[in-house]
């Protein structure tokens, strides 16, 4: 069956450094794979969206890699703040109807 | 532009009854979704509204779900008889374009006691 996995939980790094956020997933092949970020008690916001035939995309201080061989998404946010503080969540999509997400990786940045 | 809106935000509901969720998504987009997150799990895929059609509805749990869009418009979810496994938060997203971002509410806790 198909599996996410995100890594750690919970990420603590201090403002100003980078943040890396993994996505893993087996048993199946996305054809792009989507990014959210969820703050407590809100719904998700969508961040970033990648094709598989995509090796990387950047928005503002964002920055996301696919890379179908390893079947793992890497998700960077340069000079964190403590803004960027939320749960994010990865969603590896075979199909464009609906999405299977990770359980989410909390990041929080310390001032 | 106004976002997804969903309501109520909270309901507590005891076993056995019934339950109305209500989405209005953005104005114009045709593609609805309804999601949900049960305590300790993944967000998870429950149906898909193209305007009035039910595009997919593998993930809805069983018959005891309903969901409607009236004119491809605003939707419901209703729960009946509703069950304490039911209890968890029902996300409702839009979207213009399949494939490319949605736009989530911010969702209903669903607490069934």
């Known amino acids: 069956s198909q599996k996410i996995e995100q890594n750690s939980e919970a990420l603590n790094i201090q403002e100003g450094k980078t943040a890396t956020l993994t996505c893993n997933y087996t048993?199946?092949?996305?054809?792009?794979l989507q990014w959210y970020r969820q703050d407590p008690g809100r719904g998700p916001v969508f961040l970033l969206l990648?094709?598989?035939?995509?090796k990387e995309k950047r928005k503002e201080r964002l920055k996301v890699t696919f890379d179908t061989t390893l079947k793992q998404s890497l998700f960077h946010i340069t000079a964190s703040q403590p803004a960027d503080s939320a749960t994010y969540l990865c969603?590896?999509?075979?199909?464009?109807?609906?999405?299977?997400f990770g359980s989410g990786t909390q990041l929080t940045v310390l001032p | 532009e106004a976002g997804v809106t969903q309501f109520p935000s909270h309901s507590v509901i005891e076993k056995g009854q019934t339950v109305t969720l209500r989405c209005d998504p953005i104005?114009?987009?045709?593609?609805l979704y309804w999601y949900r997150r049960v305590m300790g799990k993944e967000i998870k895929f429950l149906l898909h509204?193209?305007?009035?059609?039910?595009?997919?509805e593998s993930g809805m749990p069983n018959n005891r779900f309903l969901a409607e869009r009236t004119g491809g418009t605003y939707s419901t979810l209703k729960v009946q008889p509703a069950e304490l496994e039911d209890s968890g938060v029902y996300f409702c997203?839009?979207?213009?374009?399949?494939?490319?971002?949605?736009?989530f509410g911010s969702g209903t806790r669903l607490t069934v006691v």
């Open positions: 997203a839009s979207s213009h374009t399949r494939g490319y971002g949605y736009t």
């Open positions: 509204f193209v305007k009035e059609s039910k595009q997919d």
């Open positions: 990648i094709r598989e035939n995509e």
């Open positions: 104005s114009g987009h045709d593609n």
């Open positions: 048993n199946y092949s996305p054809a792009y």
């Open positions: 969603a590896p999509s075979g199909s464009a109807r609906q999405l299977t």
